[in-house]
């Protein structure tokens, strides 16, 4: 851990830059240590991404370093606490210095005189886990004098615009450069009640025909009682991703997305333009670039018109009500053009909403200045969306993942209505 507590140690009035793989290796060391099982290769994904993505803030770096590092939702609470003893100064795990004094930013360029840190209280406490990523202001230094003063940590590499960059003015170099770490994203789905009960010797109910089982070596008291409790699991993600000629700008990097989110949680994918194509099975495949050729080929509307409304329909009618979309997460990624009806759309997504858990809708046009969603199939689809995001570059992605996770949504739930 002495990298970690080195980088969290670099004086702001010094522009130096910081070791990645060090600090990322030294995190990844702790959350392992502490019972995380956070690989040397996601440590890895871990350095690229914040050197892609340049976090300026605690909160952008706590979203990144949960998608790449997290695999499962029990292992939030660990993560939230070694996060905060590392990186948000709880703790000096370098045993000097005062303990209860903050970590100055590792990376990016961070404004002086800004408001306090997203996640934390007015006093200084943290909080149970930061807000969603956004645009945010970073920590200050009370050392520091004027609100216009600013240090940079860290030099700006080549790629490192690219986080920002939107993905329809990508080259195919570019989206290859950003494929590892699109991968890297790991959906972190929430968890459901399951109907499995397991054995807990701390469990809510007795295991009745265990107990009287057992009771017969003790001459039929029952000493020690068996007990069970229900246990949970992730919910279903469902992808669809819109690969129609609007959207052909963004379909490559969305179509890694699905790869990476098929073979890490086991999601269904699924592309539309005029009829919907089932694409799981090909994404399985290893090879990001196999997997991708094996989809297309699969999409014989590739990079055709749209009909929003039927695909929706044949989604509802042949997988949805048989339990595909059933308390599901389901991400829509679409523009929204749409050349049929869009009373139809309307109509389908209120039969969606019934059947999933949550509705996202990616849509990259989002994140042009002034965006109104004027387009008839878009207007029609919003009601029934819980989470309206842009997805348009690798910052907005992560944004799309977190967007999954329950504690990020929090009080955006639908009404029970609707459900």
Not at 20 to 33: C, I, K, Q, Y
Not at 118 to 131: E, H, K, L, N, V
Request: charged content about 25%.
């Amino acid at each position: 851990m002495t990298g970690i507590a080195g980088a969290g140690a670099v004086a702001l009035d010094r522009a130096s830059s910081v070791d990645l793989a060090v600090v990322a290796a030294g995190f990844g060391r702790r959350l392992h240590d502490a019972g995380v099982p956070v690989a040397p290769e996601r440590s890895g994904w871990f350095a690229r991404t914040i050197t892609i993505a340049r976090p300026s803030t605690r909160n952008d770096l706590y979203w990144l370093a949960r998608a790449t590092l997290v695999t499962r939702h029990d292992q939030i609470g660990t993560f939230d606490a070694v996060f905060a003893e590392i990186f948000r100064g709880i703790v000096d795990v370098a045993e000097r210095g005062d303990p209860n004094s903050r970590l100055p930013p590792l990376l990016g360029v961070v404004p002086g005189g800004g408001p306090r840190a997203p996640g934390r209280s007015q006093d200084g406490a943290g909080t149970d886990r930061p807000r969603a990523p956004g645009p945010t202001v970073g920590d200050t230094d009370g050392d520091r004098d004027g609100p216009e003063h600013e240090t940079v940590l860290a030099e700006r590499s080549d790629t490192e615009h690219l986080g920002a960059k939107d993905f329809g003015v990508c080259t195919p170099d570019e989206l290859a450069t950003l494929q590892s770490l699109i991968a890297a994203l790991i959906p972190a789905p929430p968890r459901r009640p399951s109907r499995r009960l397991v054995r807990r010797r701390r469990g809510d109910r007795i295991d009745l025909r265990s107990t009287l089982r057992r009771a017969q070596r003790t001459g039929g008291d029952p000493v020690r009682q068996v007990r069970r409790r229900r246990t949970d699991r992730p919910r279903r993600v469902v992808l669809l991703a819109d690969v129609s000629g609007s959207m052909h700008a963004y379909s490559r990097a969305y179509l890694y997305l699905l790869h990476g989110a098929v073979r890490a949680v086991r999601a269904e994918a699924f592309l539309f333009a005029t009829r919907l194509t089932r694409v799981s099975r090909q994404l399985r495949t290893s090879s990001p670039e196999v997997a991708l050729g094996k989809a297309v080929r699969a999409a014989e509307d590739f990079a055709g018109g749209t009909r929003i409304g039927e695909v929706l329909k044949a989604f509802n009618d042949g997988w949805g009500r048989r339990g595909l979309a059933r308390g599901a997460v389901v991400v829509i990624v679409s523009d929204g053009w749409d050349g049929g009806d869009p009373e139809l759309v309307a109509l389908q997504m209120e039969r969606l909403a019934r059947l999933a858990h949550r509705i996202v809708w990616v849509n990259p046009r989002k994140a042009a200045a002034g965006y109104e969603p004027t387009v008839a199939a878009m207007r029609a689809a919003l009601p029934y969306v819980e989470v309206f995001v842009s997805g348009h570059s690798f910052d907005a992605m992560v944004e799309v993942v977190a967007a999954l996770d329950d504690h990020v949504v929090g009080s955006r739930r639908r009404p029970a209505s609707r459900r």
